[in-house]
């Protein structure tokens, strides 16, 4: 069994700053990303940020220069630092990971959190 646990949400007026986290535990054999996305009601889910195991990261054109993603390979976690939020950023946010059980490649798979609330208020 594979768990992401998110933690770190919550309300913020706009322009301050929130650190998200998410812990990876379970039968896990090697994880090749990690990243966070967010949904807002009515809208679709959306990539936030990403990180490779390698520390390549990817982020969305709506953050980039306010979010930054960081991992822990070590201790399988990942970090989302938001800082300048805004009323736009409101969303649960949800940490996903693309990982291996086994050395086999057959065990890839994505899994998610269960999310966490970010407000941002004006």
């Known amino acids: 069994q594979v768990q992401l646990v998110e933690s770190g949400g919550g309300l913020v007026q706009a322009g301050g700053s929130l650190r998200l986290s998410c812990a990876a535990s379970g039968s896990i054999f090697s994880i090749n990303a990690m990243g966070w996305y967010r949904q807002a009601p009515g809208k679709q889910r959306e990539l936030v940020a990403s990180?490779?195991?390698?520390?390549?990261?990817n982020y969305a054109d709506s953050v980039k220069g306010r979010f930054t993603i960081s991992g822990d390979n070590a201790k399988k976690m990942v970090y989302l630092q938001m800082n300048s939020l805004k009323p736009e950023d409101t969303a649960v946010y949800y940490c996903n990971a693309g990982l291996m059980t086994t050395y086999s490649i057959s065990s890839y798979l994505n899994y998610w959190g269960q999310g966490t609330q970010v407000t941002v208020s004006s």
């Open positions: 990180i490779t195991r390698g520390g390549t990261t």
